[in-house]
């Protein structure tokens, strides 16, 4: 189905240039990117694949071990890229698969490792089977790869059962038959441009094997499986029986979200990337009601690491932390699985704006808050998040600090859920405006023609440029702390902390001879000098012995 010319596969030699460090995703720093907002290189105001290969030296200089990018395959864009319509494609506007194929070498080449998403629980509309699958008519072959039921009701005008979807409005869209007659409908728990593919069909998974090969065989180190707990859907598709679906959602198993028979899937998936060298890994989006059943998916034949949901959505708050990263180690332990941690992505408000504001908001804010209080909780925030035991991400623009852009004006936003009623909030535009590079210029260094998303003024205060030197500056703050980390044997790696007596409010542990001590407190607080202080996130002072640690800063002591 590709439009473009085949890539050669990377030699295995491409990979090796990679560190060969055994288990190196057990404590990697991962950074996303989301390729439209990160870099534009030919000036049309949508980032792409070059743009993203001519930063790579400031990724690596930042510290991480690999980049995760999200979808740049061929796409309608009716959901930024997670509506496919050619899995083994580049969408012209972000590039070719040369232009990919690039990309993985010099990365690798720079000791970076490439994750790409992978979109499996559902198409685009316009994937060449469902096209032909509506052209067809009721009854061809190719409606058994979706979910096309007959509706309900006495002329079948009723959807075939109660579900909604995520982006709001009912999970089904009725078809028009090639001869002009109301006809069948079919699934989408996102979009009616994301037509859900029925996993039950032997060709489904025949072809996304077929695409894993593919992308491995180009070089890549893994994939982030975008709606993991979703694909399998329960038998016969029952009701759910009630309304405003989506507040249930992480309370509870649902019938179209994790199923138990995901896991024969990723078994399968599993063997094929053990036959590859290079320690590849798969990374699971799994929204699941606890963090034990999302330690499902991490199972030794299963997949390596999944999203950490229940930590993203916590407060800023000491007894909510300590309670949520005692059960996320309590559940990866037994699996031999390491731990997740992450603040923010592409589909949530930014933290330093989410802890701006009062705590119950939710992920998907459209209050700017207060933005002083809201990046120092940020900076103290992601160096509690560091110095925890397993794999932390980092999503672009976070390291400088940036706030959700809440006041874009409606006629630009593009996030498919703002045009729904009672699905998403519909704000995800905000955490997506493209990243500020320089002082100056039409998009700040993004690229010579403007951004795809306005940029606020005075974002180029928070670029990389101005923060760049600058003592104290957010970016700084996460060069130094992701240098220690990696220098430090006891941050990373292991599976376990040690709990330390601390005022309320005071998140404090030990992990050998390092210890990490978060004042989530609104308040100044005196505490013991553990030891020579690493980093801190704010200004802390030092008396005999004593330290007074400011409200909502983090502080990394060694004892060594």
């Known amino acids: 189905m590709s439009q473009q010319p085949s890539a050669a596969p990377a030699p295995t030699s491409a990979v090796a240039t990679v560190s060969e460090r055994h288990d190196w995703w057990r404590d990697a720093v991962i950074y996303q990117v989301y390729p439209r907002s990160f870099a534009d290189s030919n000036g049309d105001g949508m980032g792409d694949l070059e743009g993203v290969r001519t930063r790579l030296p400031y990724l690596r200089d930042l510290g991480v071990d690999a980049v995760w990018l999200s979808p740049f395959y061929a796409s309608p864009q009716a959901d930024a890229g997670y509506d496919v319509a050619d899995y083994r494609a580049v969408d012209p506007m972000f590039g070719t698969l040369l232009d990919a194929d690039a990309l993985i070498r010099d990365a ?51 959807p075939p059962n109660d579900w909604e979807s995520i982006f709001g409005g009912p999970a089904w869209t009725r078809v028009t038959e090639p001869d002009g007659t109301p006809g069948e409908w079919y699934l989408h728990l996102f979009a009616p441009e994301q037509p859900d593919f029925n996993w039950e069909h032997p060709a489904v998974g025949d072809e996304f094997r077929s695409i894993l090969r593919f992308w491995l065989d180009m070089g890549v180190d893994g994939f982030r499986i975008d709606v993991a707990h979703g694909m399998v859907k329960a038998e016969g598709l029952p009701d759910l029986g009630s309304h405003e679906q989506l507040k249930l959602l992480g309370n509870d198993v649902m019938p179209f979200f994790d199923q138990d028979g995901v896991h024969a899937i990723y078994r399968q998936w599993r063997r ?98 207060d933005r002083a209080l809201g990046l120092r909780r940020a900076r103290a925030a992601t160096l509690l998040m560091l110095a925890l035991p397993g794999s932390a991400y980092v999503y672009q623009g976070e390291e400088l ?68 030197g600058e003592p104290g500056s957010t970016l700084e703050l996460y060069r130094e702390a992701l240098a220690v980390r990696r220098a430090t044997a006891d941050l990373g790696a292991g599976d376990a902390v040690e709990w330390l007596r601390a005022p309320e409010g005071v998140v404090a542990f030990r992990r050998g001879d390092f210890v990490c001590v978060a004042n989530t407190t609104g308040e100044s607080v005196a505490l013991p000098a553990y030891g020579r202080v690493l980093l801190a996130s704010g200004e802390i002072t030092e008396t005999s012995g004593e330290a007074k640690v400011p409200a909502d800063t983090t502080v990394w002591w060694t004892r060594a």
């Not at 008519?137 to 509706?151: A, K, M, N, V």
Request: proline content about 7%; charged content about 25%.
């Open 108 to 158: 690798h080449a720079l000791g970076l490792r490439i994750i790409v998403d992978l979109v499996p629980n559902h198409s685009s509309d316009q994937y060449e089977w469902f096209k032909r699958a509506l052209a067809e008519g009721s009854g061809s072959p190719l409606r058994d790869r979706y979910h096309f039921r007959p509706g309900k009701g006495k002329n079948g005008e009723l």
């Open 272 to 369: 094929i990337l053990d036959e590859y060298s290079g320690e590849r890994i798969f990374v699971a989006e799994a929204w699941t009601p606890t963090v034990e059943r999302t330690a499902n998916y991490v199972r030794p034949d299963e997949l390596h690491q999944a999203f950490n949901f229940q930590y993203l959505g916590t407060h800023w708050d000491a007894e909510e932390l300590r309670t949520v990263i005692d059960r996320t180690l309590d559940a990866m332990r037994p699996v031999g699985a390491p731990a997740t941690w992450v603040l923010s992505n592409h589909d949530v408000t930014r933290h330093a704006t989410r802890f701006a504001n009062p705590a119950g908001l939710g992920t998907q804010i459209r209050l700017a808050g």
């Open 401 to 468: 600090g940036l706030p959700d852009v809440v006041d874009l004006p409606d006629e630009v936003r593009q996030d498919p859920a703002y045009f729904r009623g009672a699905g998403q909030d519909g704000f995800r535009d905000g955490c997506r405006v493209p990243i500020p590079w320089t002082r100056e210029g039409s998009s700040y260094g993004f690229g010579a023609g403007g951004s795809w998303l306005p940029q606020p003024a005075g974002w180029g205060e928070l670029s990389v440029e101005a923060q760049t």
